[in-house]
Protein backbone atom coordinates (compact mmCIF):
# COMPACT_ATOMS: atom_id res chain seq x y z
CA UNK A 1 0.00 0.00 0.00
CA UNK A 2 0.98 3.69 -0.93
CA UNK A 3 1.96 6.22 1.83
CA UNK A 4 -1.18 8.09 0.34
CA UNK A 5 -3.48 5.04 0.56
CA UNK A 6 -3.00 4.56 4.20
CA UNK A 7 -5.34 5.94 7.02
CA UNK A 8 -4.84 7.62 10.09
CA UNK A 9 -5.16 5.29 13.24
CA UNK A 10 -7.90 7.34 14.80
CA UNK A 11 -10.09 7.03 11.52
CA UNK A 12 -9.31 3.17 10.95
CA UNK A 13 -9.87 2.88 14.16
CA UNK A 14 -13.43 4.67 13.74
CA UNK A 15 -14.49 2.43 11.05
CA UNK A 16 -13.84 -0.81 12.31
CA UNK A 17 -16.04 0.34 15.40
CA UNK A 18 -19.15 1.40 13.22
CA UNK A 19 -18.60 -1.62 11.16
CA UNK A 20 -18.69 -3.83 14.27
CA UNK A 21 -22.05 -2.08 15.67
CA UNK A 22 -23.86 -2.72 12.52
CA UNK A 23 -23.06 -6.24 12.29
CA UNK A 24 -24.15 -6.74 15.71
CA UNK A 25 -27.33 -4.74 14.99
CA UNK A 26 -27.93 -6.67 11.93
CA UNK A 27 -27.58 -9.87 14.15
CA UNK A 28 -29.99 -8.63 16.60
CA UNK A 29 -32.60 -7.51 14.20
CA UNK A 30 -32.71 -11.30 12.39
CA UNK A 31 -32.66 -12.59 15.99
CA UNK A 32 -35.59 -11.22 16.97
CA UNK A 33 -37.43 -11.61 13.16
CA UNK A 34 -36.51 -15.22 13.48
CA UNK A 35 -36.88 -16.46 17.67
CA UNK A 36 -40.09 -14.64 19.09
CA UNK A 37 -39.17 -14.71 22.69
CA UNK A 38 -42.48 -17.17 23.34
CA UNK A 39 -40.38 -20.19 21.73
CA UNK A 40 -42.87 -19.68 18.69
CA UNK A 41 -40.97 -19.72 15.37
CA UNK A 42 -43.09 -18.93 12.20
CA UNK A 43 -41.97 -19.53 8.41
CA UNK A 44 -44.12 -18.68 5.47
CA UNK A 45 -42.14 -20.78 2.68
CA UNK A 46 -44.24 -23.44 1.12
CA UNK A 47 -40.96 -25.86 1.48
CA UNK A 48 -39.11 -25.59 4.86
CA UNK A 49 -35.45 -27.81 4.74
CA UNK A 50 -33.73 -28.49 7.12
CA UNK A 51 -31.06 -25.81 5.62
CA UNK A 52 -34.07 -23.07 6.42
CA UNK A 53 -33.81 -24.48 9.82
CA UNK A 54 -30.65 -25.23 11.40
CA UNK A 55 -29.57 -22.13 12.44
CA UNK A 56 -32.96 -20.43 13.37
CA UNK A 57 -34.14 -23.03 16.11
CA UNK A 58 -32.30 -21.75 19.42
CA UNK A 59 -35.29 -21.50 22.24
CA UNK A 60 -38.05 -22.69 19.93
CA UNK A 61 -40.43 -25.30 20.72
CA UNK A 62 -42.86 -24.60 18.14
CA UNK A 63 -42.61 -24.37 14.51
CA UNK A 64 -45.85 -22.60 12.34
CA UNK A 65 -45.67 -23.76 8.60
CA UNK A 66 -48.04 -22.54 6.25
CA UNK A 67 -51.24 -24.79 5.57
CA UNK A 68 -50.11 -27.39 2.70
CA UNK A 69 -46.33 -26.50 3.39
CA UNK A 70 -44.18 -29.62 2.55
CA UNK A 71 -41.21 -30.40 4.96
CA UNK A 72 -38.36 -32.41 4.30
CA UNK A 73 -37.30 -35.32 5.51
CA UNK A 74 -34.19 -34.01 7.01
CA UNK A 75 -35.86 -30.95 8.77
CA UNK A 76 -38.48 -32.78 10.20
CA UNK A 77 -35.84 -35.36 11.32
CA UNK A 78 -34.09 -32.62 12.95
CA UNK A 79 -37.41 -31.12 14.44
CA UNK A 80 -38.02 -34.12 16.22
CA UNK A 81 -34.39 -34.46 17.96
CA UNK A 82 -35.06 -30.87 18.92
CA UNK A 83 -38.50 -31.95 20.56
CA UNK A 84 -40.16 -28.79 18.53
CA UNK A 85 -43.53 -29.22 17.85
CA UNK A 86 -45.15 -28.46 14.32
CA UNK A 87 -48.38 -26.36 13.61
CA UNK A 88 -50.26 -25.01 10.74
CA UNK A 89 -50.99 -20.93 10.51
CA UNK A 90 -54.60 -21.36 11.07
CA UNK A 91 -55.46 -17.61 9.22
CA UNK A 92 -58.98 -16.64 8.70
CA UNK A 93 -61.32 -19.57 8.73
CA UNK A 94 -63.57 -19.76 4.99
CA UNK A 95 -67.26 -19.65 5.38
CA UNK A 96 -68.88 -22.69 6.24
CA UNK A 97 -70.64 -24.21 2.97
CA UNK A 98 -73.91 -24.12 5.24
CA UNK A 99 -75.56 -25.54 7.87
CA UNK A 100 -76.44 -29.82 8.39
CA UNK A 101 -77.84 -31.47 11.58
CA UNK A 102 -77.36 -34.45 11.92
CA UNK A 103 -79.85 -36.73 14.03
CA UNK A 104 -79.85 -40.25 14.86
CA UNK A 105 -83.08 -42.27 16.61
CA UNK A 106 -83.72 -45.86 17.42
CA UNK A 107 -80.47 -47.08 15.89
CA UNK A 108 -76.92 -48.29 17.13
CA UNK A 109 -75.04 -46.35 14.28
CA UNK A 110 -72.47 -43.91 15.36
CA UNK A 111 -72.62 -40.51 13.24
CA UNK A 112 -69.54 -39.20 14.57
CA UNK A 113 -67.25 -39.94 11.93
CA UNK A 114 -69.67 -39.20 9.17
CA UNK A 115 -70.29 -35.79 10.74
CA UNK A 116 -66.67 -35.07 11.14
CA UNK A 117 -65.92 -36.09 7.50
CA UNK A 118 -68.73 -33.54 6.49
CA UNK A 119 -67.52 -31.02 8.50
CA UNK A 120 -63.74 -31.33 7.47
CA UNK A 121 -65.28 -30.62 3.80
CA UNK A 122 -66.34 -27.22 4.59
CA UNK A 123 -69.68 -27.55 6.46
CA UNK A 124 -71.18 -26.26 9.69
CA UNK A 125 -72.24 -30.02 10.99
CA UNK A 126 -74.37 -30.15 14.54
CA UNK A 127 -74.69 -33.13 15.56
CA UNK A 128 -77.62 -34.15 18.02
CA UNK A 129 -78.10 -36.72 20.19
CA UNK A 130 -79.45 -40.54 19.68
CA UNK A 131 -83.35 -40.01 20.81
CA UNK A 132 -86.57 -41.76 20.17
CA UNK A 133 -87.95 -41.30 16.39
CA UNK A 134 -90.71 -38.11 17.75
CA UNK A 135 -88.41 -36.51 19.94
CA UNK A 136 -85.85 -36.55 16.90
CA UNK A 137 -88.19 -35.11 14.57
CA UNK A 138 -89.09 -32.31 17.08
CA UNK A 139 -85.95 -31.08 17.65
CA UNK A 140 -84.89 -31.34 13.59
CA UNK A 141 -88.09 -28.92 12.92
CA UNK A 142 -87.13 -26.37 15.35
CA UNK A 143 -83.77 -26.28 13.53
CA UNK A 144 -84.94 -26.34 10.01
CA UNK A 145 -86.95 -23.35 10.09
CA UNK A 146 -84.19 -21.25 8.23
CA UNK A 147 -84.11 -22.32 4.83
CA UNK A 148 -80.34 -22.05 4.72
CA UNK A 149 -80.32 -25.46 7.25
CA UNK A 150 -80.85 -29.12 6.09
CA UNK A 151 -80.67 -32.23 8.20
CA UNK A 152 -80.45 -36.03 8.58
CA UNK A 153 -81.98 -38.38 10.39
CA UNK A 154 -80.49 -41.78 10.51
CA UNK A 155 -82.73 -44.22 11.69
CA UNK A 156 -83.96 -48.08 11.50
CA UNK A 157 -88.07 -46.56 11.58
CA UNK A 158 -87.95 -45.01 8.49
CA UNK A 159 -92.02 -45.17 8.22
CA UNK A 160 -92.37 -43.39 11.46
CA UNK A 161 -89.87 -40.78 10.61
CA UNK A 162 -90.82 -40.11 7.19
CA UNK A 163 -94.69 -39.67 8.26
CA UNK A 164 -93.73 -37.31 11.77
CA UNK A 165 -91.65 -35.45 9.26
CA UNK A 166 -94.23 -34.73 6.10
CA UNK A 167 -96.44 -33.72 9.19
CA UNK A 168 -94.23 -30.55 9.86
CA UNK A 169 -94.27 -27.38 8.12
CA UNK A 170 -90.76 -27.16 8.38
CA UNK A 171 -89.96 -30.21 6.99
CA UNK A 172 -89.85 -31.81 3.50
CA UNK A 173 -88.24 -35.20 4.39
CA UNK A 174 -87.67 -38.00 1.72
CA UNK A 175 -85.80 -41.44 1.71
CA UNK A 176 -82.90 -42.09 0.46
CA UNK A 177 -81.57 -45.55 -0.89
CA UNK A 178 -78.53 -44.36 -3.43
CA UNK A 179 -77.21 -41.65 -4.26
CA UNK A 180 -79.50 -41.19 -7.92
CA UNK A 181 -83.02 -41.34 -4.97
CA UNK A 182 -81.07 -38.48 -3.35
CA UNK A 183 -80.61 -36.35 -6.21
CA UNK A 184 -84.42 -37.15 -7.47
CA UNK A 185 -86.09 -36.14 -3.69
CA UNK A 186 -84.15 -32.74 -3.86
CA UNK A 187 -85.05 -31.74 -7.40
CA UNK A 188 -88.79 -33.41 -7.13
CA UNK A 189 -89.88 -31.74 -3.50
CA UNK A 190 -86.95 -29.53 -2.85
CA UNK A 191 -86.25 -31.77 0.14
CA UNK A 192 -84.47 -30.33 3.11
CA UNK A 193 -84.55 -33.22 5.44
CA UNK A 194 -82.62 -36.79 4.10
CA UNK A 195 -84.19 -39.84 6.31
CA UNK A 196 -81.85 -42.82 5.70
CA UNK A 197 -81.52 -46.58 7.06
CA UNK A 198 -77.80 -46.80 8.09
CA UNK A 199 -77.63 -50.66 9.11
CA UNK A 200 -75.58 -52.04 7.02
CA UNK A 201 -74.03 -49.18 5.49
CA UNK A 202 -70.53 -48.16 5.44
CA UNK A 203 -69.88 -44.45 6.69
CA UNK A 204 -68.57 -43.93 3.14
CA UNK A 205 -71.44 -45.04 1.72
CA UNK A 206 -73.68 -42.55 3.72
CA UNK A 207 -71.31 -39.96 2.94
CA UNK A 208 -72.03 -40.18 -0.60
CA UNK A 209 -75.38 -39.60 -0.35
CA UNK A 210 -74.74 -36.87 2.30
CA UNK A 211 -72.89 -35.03 -0.30
CA UNK A 212 -75.12 -35.83 -3.02
CA UNK A 213 -78.01 -34.27 -0.64
CA UNK A 214 -75.85 -30.94 0.36
CA UNK A 215 -74.56 -30.06 -3.08
CA UNK A 216 -78.00 -31.05 -5.47
CA UNK A 217 -79.78 -28.50 -3.88
CA UNK A 218 -82.16 -26.32 -3.72
CA UNK A 219 -84.45 -27.73 -6.25
CA UNK A 220 -87.72 -26.82 -7.77
CA UNK A 221 -90.94 -28.25 -5.96
CA UNK A 222 -93.69 -28.12 -8.00
CA UNK A 223 -96.38 -25.59 -7.30
CA UNK A 224 -99.13 -27.27 -7.20
CA UNK A 225 -96.71 -29.01 -4.15
CA UNK A 226 -95.55 -25.98 -2.77
CA UNK A 227 -99.25 -24.69 -2.58
CA UNK A 228 -100.56 -27.59 -0.54
CA UNK A 229 -97.71 -27.88 1.43
CA UNK A 230 -97.48 -24.38 2.75
Not at 35 to 42: N, W
Not at 121 to 142: K, M, R, S, T
Not at 206 to 226: D, E, H, I, T
Amino acid sequence: MSRGDSKPPVQAEVERIVRQVLAELTQAQYAAASEPSDGELVVTSRVISLKELEDKLKGISRLVVPRGAVITPAARDHLKQKHIAVASAVGNKPKPNGQLIVATAETNFAAATLAKSIEQAGWNVEQLGNVDIIAAVDQLAARLRSGETRGVLLTSNLSAALCLANRSREMRAALATNVATVTTAVQAIDANLLVIEPTGRGWFELRQMVFAFLKSGPGACLSQLWARLN
